[in-house]
């Protein structure tokens, strides 16, 4: 039967004695630990000599108590145990078929190399084929896959190794603490959002900016009147029976373009208006005459 797959926010507990582990299944662990959205553990206990700590990783399917734990710790069995969000990129990571650095076996799609002599797998590959290596009786030199150096190429002297665990040593001083919460997330967008809203106010439009444009939809057209306007314009002036009106400004005691005040008595000492010649009788009715 199919399992549905839930989204699970891994923390990295830190501070547990070995010997405190060796008698508790990862089971009870996660159980003692207090915890009540753990999915999954896994313990990571190193096997170098003198290292007394161990690690192990739980997976919590609550975002909410996966931040609670990174900011206030867990208690496991009397003991205050810090806690993390875990992070790969702070430990290098070699890959077992091509050797390189940066990624692991699983993921790799690299053709599978020999440690030994940097030349294609022996036989099925692995400790098998790495035991078929010629290297084993000196008539082909050692080559590392890395740095092509004359050693094998899991030897922690190598200099690509060296560079691989400064780098996570340097990426370990600005790993994450906590977990942000998707409303704090969306929540710092907003205040983003506000402040390019702020700094933007005092732009100026494209009319205030005097760029001889307006904005029409998503188009813009030059100021000023349609074409199909201008051309109804002029149609109309080509009409004989379309009249025009004319405007004589006072000049004196006489009105430019007629015969003074005594011929237009019946005219206001403002503007007099005259019908253009060929104007019909209807034409000045309309204009007033």
């Not at 370990?172 to 906590?178: I, V």
Request: net charge positive; proline share 5%; glycine share 12%.
């Amino acid at each position: 039967m199919a399992k549905e797959a839930k989204r699970t926010f891994a923390v990295l507990v830190k501070g547990m004695l070995k010997r405190d582990l060796k008698d508790v299944t990862e089971a009870v662990f996660g159980k003692e630990l207090g915890l009540t959205s753990v999915e999954k553990v896994k313990y990571r206990i190193p096997t170098t000599e003198g290292v007394t700590r161990a690690t192990v990783l739980v997976a919590l399917t609550s975002q909410e108590e996966a931040k609670k734990v990174c900011e206030e710790g867990a208690v496991w069995r009397a003991q205050m145990l810090n806690c993390e969000p875990y992070c790969p990129a702070l430990q290098a990571t070699q890959c077992y078929k091509c050797w390189g650095w940066g990624h692991t076996q699983r993921f790799c799609k690299k053709t599978a190399l020999c440690p030994r002599c940097g030349t294609a797998a022996h036989g099925e590959g692995g400790r098998a084929g790495e035991a078929q290596c010629p290297t084993h009786g000196n008539t082909v030199p050692l080559r590392c896959t890395s740095c092509t150096g004359k050693h094998p190429a899991w030897v922690r002297w190598c200099p690509e190794a060296v560079k691989a665990r400064g780098a996570a040593r340097e990426a370990y001083h600005f790993r994450p603490r906590t977990f942000e919460l998707a409303s704090q997330q969306q929540q710092q967008q907003r205040q983003q959002q506000q402040k390019i809203q702020h700094t933007f106010q005092g732009v100026p439009t494209l009319e205030e900016a005097g760029d001889g444009f307006q904005e029409v939809g998503s188009r813009k057209r030059p100021r000023g009147r349609p074409p199909g306007m201008v051309a109804g314009q002029g149609e109309a002036g080509r009409d004989p029976r379309q009249g025009k009106l004319t405007f004589a400004v006072r000049d004196g005691t006489g009105l430019t373009g007629g015969q003074g005040g005594a011929a237009n008595q019946g005219a206001t000492a403002g503007l007099v208006a005259a019908a253009t010649p060929g104007t019909t009788g209807e034409d000045v009715g309309m204009q007033g005459a």
